[in-house]
Each structure stands twice: as C-alpha cells, then as structure tokens.
C-alpha cells in the first residue's frame, strides 16, 4: 500500500524533494520486507505492485517512461539479490530483461563494478 502511494504521488503533478538528512533510527531483522533476509520476495512484491498499480491508475502514469525506468530499476535489484542466493539462472534472466526495459541499466551494472559482480557470483 505505501509502495502504490508512492507511485501514485511520483506520477502526479506534485513536486517531490528529498531531504539529506535521517529523520529516524531503523532497526532491521528476519523477518521485515525490507531486509537483505528478503531481498528476492520483496522484490517479487515490488515487481507487482508497480503491475498493479500500472493498471489500477493509468491515468496516474502519463509519462510511461516513468514506470518503465523503475520496473528495470527493480528487475535489476532483483537480479543482484537473486545472484546473491546463488540463483544465477533467474539472476541473469532478471538482469537481461532489465537492460532489455531500459538500455540505461547498463549503466548500473558499470556501477557495481566487475570485481563485486564477480564476488556476487562466486
């Protein structure tokens, strides 16, 4: 539901500003969406909420370049998490539709380096 807001507030007309500076202490463990422990579900999660709320607010998304920069963005997150548990095969294929979405996720994996993709891999 925060992620639908999220989107639905991105795709508007209002402007949004980020502030550089912790409003808050954030505990992570187990058994939180947001933790590295699960890392490939929430991806999965995300992946459809972007889907759903696609469909459910079309005319929230007027500029379509919008989603399909963000859905290459998580497709991408969840190739890397998918690698980190050793998945290669839906790791690589995540990571392949990414750049297929949007050619400017080359640019992440330059990013991310050859070394720490190497280490991702094992």
Known sequence: DDYDLALRVAGSEFKIFYLHEPLCLR??????????????????????????????????????????????????????????????????????DSITTSPKQIGTLAKIGRRRVKRILG
Do not use: W
């Open 27 to 96: 505990r992570e463990h187990d058994g939180q969406c947001s933790g590295i422990y699960n890392s490939v579900k929430t991806g999965e999660q995300i992946m459809n909420a972007l889907k759903k709320s696609q469909k459910q607010h079309p005319d929230a998304f007027k500029d379509q370049s919008k989603i399909t920069n963000r859905m290459a963005e998580v497709k991408m997150e969840l190739a890397i998490s998918n690698l980190k548990e050793g998945k290669r095969g839906e790791g690589l294929k995540s990571m392949i």
